[in-house]
């Protein structure tokens, strides 16, 4: 039996001492019922007492399009807050570790350094194996020059050669861009450290 606007005290009169069912439909009209009614599913309803206390609020039925997207919506906000939660943890971690930013820099510039050495060993072999390729170049022009082809062995070496010396620059390359965006991330770390510290000192009051 739906009671359409009549109001919660008509939808008690219906069963006295048992549970009601109230909804809201598409117009954003509300409904009671003593029953469960295809529209109460269909837009989903509260469970009410007979002393009209919700006792229950059921979601209504989603369509498989509507389940996909509230699923996606679910999915998207639990990433959220973990990465809500990751970034606290990774504050306190960073607040813990450093307590000044004299101590971050000198971390900061640990690393730098150390990415400098592995460059500088890069560019050391790079050196040395260029020297090697001119060495093989030179030991066939000496054979076109005396009117000789130049032998298969030699040739291979010259392709070998020529791949470990773009191996090289490749990996200097690489390296290099790899310093860039490390010193990039460090001063957007050492600006959120300020941040962070700032936060704590307002916190504190002094």
Request: net charge negative; no cysteine.
């Amino acid at each position: 039996m739906s009671l359409g606007l009549a109001g919660a005290a008509a939808a008690q009169q219906a069963t006295p001492g048992g549970m009601h069912y109230r909804w809201v439909d598409g117009s954003g009209l509300p409904h009671y019922s003593d029953s469960l009614t295809v529209d109460a599913i269909k837009y989903g309803y509260d469970v009410i007492s007979s002393n009209g206390m919700v006792m229950e609020h059921v979601r209504k039925q989603l369509s498989p399009a509507e389940r996909a997207v509230a699923e996606k919506q679910a999915a998207e906000a639990a990433a959220k807050q973990r990465a809500i939660e990751e970034q606290k943890t990774n504050d306190t971690l960073l607040l813990n570790t450093y307590p000044d930013e004299a101590a971050l820099k000198t971390q900061h510039q640990q690393i730098l350094d150390h990415l400098d050495e592995e460059m500088s060993t890069t560019r050391l072999n790079l050196h040395s194996q260029d020297a090697a390729l001119t060495d093989l170049l030179n030991r066939a022009a000496d054979e076109e020059r005396q009117k000789k082809p130049v032998p298969k062995f030699l040739t291979d070496q010259i392709t070998t050669q020529r791949n470990v010396v773009a191996n090289e620059r490749a990996l200097l390359e690489r390296e290099k861009a790899t310093r860039a965006a490390t010193e990039q991330q460090q001063a957007q770390e050492l600006q959120h450290f300020r941040e962070l510290k700032a936060a704590e000192k307002a916190d504190r009051g002094y």
